[in-house]
């Protein structure tokens, strides 16, 4: 496996006498793992579940790897025009590579104008390609932001302009995003409507950006179907386990937190797209903990104190690449080899974050605190791939531990009328 | 003032019955505010809590703007190296103009080498002054981050290269991070001792870089000082009130977290800065209540699912910025004026966030979740300055209500001592 889970100190709280009903309570749960890995692997075998078709499909990758968008390298730069499930999961898997590779590719998932009139005028608009995805098409933000990119190149060239330098992800059928496309001669791409947004990125909505960036997808679908076939099958694989002691955690525990900090600025949209994911599928009928994102070692500086001499509310997993950076050795000669600088000798900068991460985590675990590490060798396609599929059944199934559905979303609908409404001056 | 403060419901919520006593609690601990008042008036006219001082100060900000940092324009780029409190507030006063404009700012408040090594090579190197700021001169990330910069500096130019791109802020007297500036020909400016990182955002951490980046300091903390003469004066000021609500829902109706949620990706720092400063203030002796950063309205993409349907455990701050942006009206003529695009006619983007924002308000405070809305007109230096002092006000009341100290955070020294012991092997 990609990765290595270790609970340090779950079951070992001395805090107070909770430890015996803590394990009493994840057994239970670990043992109804069982009966839901058997009707997802039912659902996944009658093919009624397609998330958990995408890490083994093929042919769908060779056609992605074919298209224009991604075999044309004649613009240097991509807009992808998304939010939450259309464009975390693809800031993700490209946010692997260096930052400052070529092609450029910038989200949009955010309505500042001032992040968006960069790309709408002078040589930019010209070498730039827009990935205007909404599953439904009906999103309001992507429709406001596609008028604009619309309007923006018509201006400058025209239909052709438009056509060519546009690429629309929706849903097939009639919405108005599939309607502007078409009026437009905009190339569409049909987002499976069985692939919910937050589980979709290994769908089409991640894996195009990352062809286009130059990820490997089929390794990213390679280490999710390592994590997917096991968990199915090992009633200790990790997702399971951790599924399991989620639910205690919160049972027995009163844990209402759940905070993902890894000590790596390139796993940072995994947070927010772990958020997401975890908010939306847990968060129903009153219950559900609420995801933390959190950054290491940065937010030791900011979160520290309160994880530590706070509230015991909060189960803390940390993401612990132990790979080495390309830094050279800390010269400490520099400041004349002052004692006070000992420890930073002949070390990288990497050093330093491990040791932090492992300092953190002891920290922690000798506190009382519940905590979850992750560690994992090297940051490539076959971990991430291997680390989100992870984190989408450790959340389908504590779900179903939960007796939520992990699938839906029921409760935003009433906020997308209210705007519509005060739009129309019926507020 | 810069900005009007509403709580919509938190006292006519009808889920349960316990409004009256969070009114109860409310009045009981607005009348400790004047307590609380009383003394802070004594500590700031005595000198003793330099942070009050501040905002009234005129003297140090005319010598900042004469620093050669400022007024040499040779250099466009500039690399903050500092964490926490030594970043935070300069990242939020910085980020109220255009990306964009020049001179560049960069923060570097990660360790990831990905991120340094573009500016510490080439002509990126030629064209950078560092900021190197550490308040004790003892932080570990920024003393490794210091010997790469100056090692880099130091092959390319040697020590006059060094000595005039760099600049260092640290308490005075002697620290490594001071013994290396010495060595080196850096130049020194005072960081005050008694101005603690997460409250020195108007202090010259703050405004250095702010400076740098061209904004107008003394507005700034002419916003700050209107906060904090009405706060030091009057009983129904709206932090005081806020504190006194703060502490009645935690008390009343276990609110375990406090979300942040400003309309405007340009507060995003803001958020990051307000989690610091709440966290390591009232994080203490098993109390206080979880800073939740978000951003609007990406995050109702991703979060509003939870915070409408899950646990009713949060208070929910939304900052609402009334201002247009400069984005042109939508045509939905480019669409055939599809009736499904009706409610965009005529509006620009900043219309689609003011009504996301007003809808998302009007939904949470209809399910009965606890909700105060802050509202600006435009978001500018008086403005920044006073929502910084707000909420740096509102967290001192918070903790006094609260009976714990808001400027240390003891309970971090663990985890520094043992990164350093596992550096040095002694693991």
Known sequence: MTYKQ????????????????????FMKALSQTETIASSLSVLKDEGRLPILELPEKLDDLTALSEHPFVTEKDYNRFVVVGIGGSSLGAQVLVNIRNKDDAPYLHFWDTLDYHVMRPHLSGSKLKETRF?????SGTTPEILAQVLLVIEALNNEGGMRAVSQQCLVICEPGDNPLGYIADKWNIPRLDHDPDVGGRYSAFSLVGALP???AGIDMNEV?????????????NPESAPRVSAALNHALSDICDVRMNVLMPYSKQLEPFTHWFRQLWAESVGKEGRGSTPLNALGPIDQHSQLQLWLDGPNDKFFTLIINQDDDASPLMDVSLADNIPELDYLKNHRISDVVHAEAHATAKTLADRGKYLRCIYIETLDERTIGALMMHFMLETIF????????????PAVEEGKRLTKMYLKGEG
Chains 1, 2 share one sequence.
Do not use: M, Y
């Open 6 to 25: 270790t609970f340090e100190n779950c079951f070992s709280s001395t805090e107070n006498g909770d430890q015996d009903w803590v394990r009493t309570a």
């Open 210 to 212: 990352a062809l286009i």
């Open 398 to 409: 504590t779900c179903h531990l939960l007796g939520v559905n992990p699938f839906d979303q």
């Open 131 to 135: 990935l205007l995805v909404s599953k």
């Open 221 to 233: 679908r390679r280490g999710a179907k390592e994590v997917l076939d096991d968990t199915l099958t």
